[in-house]
């Protein structure tokens, strides 16, 4: 198991750009599958994007709609997402994940076994 954290998250206009951080501590990112969730005030968590160890294999959210991107940089032991022409509906609690299996992303949080505590992205209007 590894430990995440989170930071970048922030308050920004409608339209603008945020780049997110995982920082792994206790393991290495080159070991998991890492995957960023959002979960909004009264709603459930869901899946934003994934991107496998070593970056071959990605999966997006359909919302996304190719404004979000999921990089890594093993060497940093960090995973990010780039977040570009934001919307009210973006805003939420940004949750970064390891998923043991290295190869293979997934969209389902249960298949995630480390979680980092969060970072707030609130989007205005």
């Known amino acids: 198991q590894v430990e995440l954290v989170e930071s970048g998250g922030g308050l920004v206009q409608a339209g603008g750009s945020l780049r997110l951080s995982c920082t792994a501590s206790?393991?290495?990112?080159?070991?998991?599958?890492m995957g960023w969730f959002r979960q909004a005030p009264g709603k459930e968590r869901e899946f934003v994007g994934a991107?496998?160890?070593?970056?071959?294999?990605?999966m997006y959210a359909d919302s996304i709609k190719g404004r979000f991107t999921i990089s890594r940089d093993n060497l940093k032991n960090t995973v990010f997402l780039q977040m570009n022409s934001l919307t009210p509906e973006d805003t939420g609690v940004y949750f970064c994940?390891?998923?043991?299996?290295?190869?293979?992303?997934?969209?389902?949080?249960?298949?995630?076994?480390?979680w980092g505590q969060g970072t707030q992205v609130t989007v205005s209007s």
């Open positions: 991107l496998s160890h070593n970056s071959f294999n990605t």
């Open positions: 206790g393991g290495t990112v080159s070991s998991y599958s």
């Open positions: 994940a390891g998923n043991p299996n290295r190869y293979y992303p997934s969209r389902y949080p249960t298949d995630y076994n480390s």
